[in-house]
């Protein structure tokens, strides 16, 4: 394992692989291969978000699976052999891209593996399809704003039925060979389009374009139009229209969504009823 800001997380190489498109999946503007505890894919969600903010498109996730286990695992590039060694890690990208991270979890109670939060969210894709990103979005917030090891079951089935979901269905899927079959097939599924790294974002064309790692804006922006897709279609909200699209903001997401300074978003997520709670030392934001 090797993460860095070009590259992202990457896994070790497997086999020899051809960058094509899996013939099942369905059609979609966008792949995003991810992973719940990314650092890197929580980092560039202030520039996703004002990609959704600014362009209509269709997103297709990829959960890969970046940590099955503390034994044989390693980043030999940023010295992580264990838990703790993740705090510095975690603390350097947040320091570097400004999206807040709380690293102690990897102190207080270590996450054991990613490879459950995965499963979680092939879990949701099955009951709820239409929410699978916004309990992504949870699993992250939860993780790297609140320090909680959500592969704690106890921890993660709380935050599961308070998502509306049933606990008792919920985990008897989630444990079941339907889902593990799933999650494999993810993982194939990484393999068959060339993408090893945390984030990668392929954007599909006749030509497709694969980002890779903690991108900018432009970058994004760039590889979506570059394909001339005419589903994909630009957006004209209003910024009273953009902060309402979610219902949590870090103050580095609302002011680059905004493209204004953070006061000025700040204001305008009070007056939007939005509440104000200081997590890992940042503004963080919620929907009354």
Known sequence: ????????????????????????LKPVDIIFVTDPICSH???????????????QFTTRYIHGGLLPGWEGFGDAGNGISGPLDVIDHWQHVADVYQQPIDPSVWRDDPISNSYILCKAALVVRQLAPSLESQFVRL????IFLYAENLSNEQILRRHVEKFGFDGEAFFTLLHSAQINSLFTR??????????RGFPSLIFLSDHPIKLVGSVSYHALKEALNAGNNPAIKPLSLSATEKL??????????????????????RNLLLTLGFSITCLADIEFWQLN
């Open 1 to 24: 394992m090797q993460c860095d800001p070009q590259q992202g997380c990457i896994l070790p190489s497997q086999s020899k692989h051809t960058a094509t498109m899996p013939s099942h």
């Open 41 to 55: 894919c929580w980092a560039i969600e202030p520039m996703w978000r004002r990609l959704n903010c600014e362009y």
């Open 244 to 265: 309402l699209r979610y219902n949590s903001w870090t103050i580095r997401e609302a002011s680059e969504v905004l493209q204004c300074a953070e006061h000025t978003a």
């Open 139 to 142: 699993m992250r917030e939860r």
């Open 186 to 195: 993810e993982q194939h599924e990484m393999i068959a389009l060339g993408a």
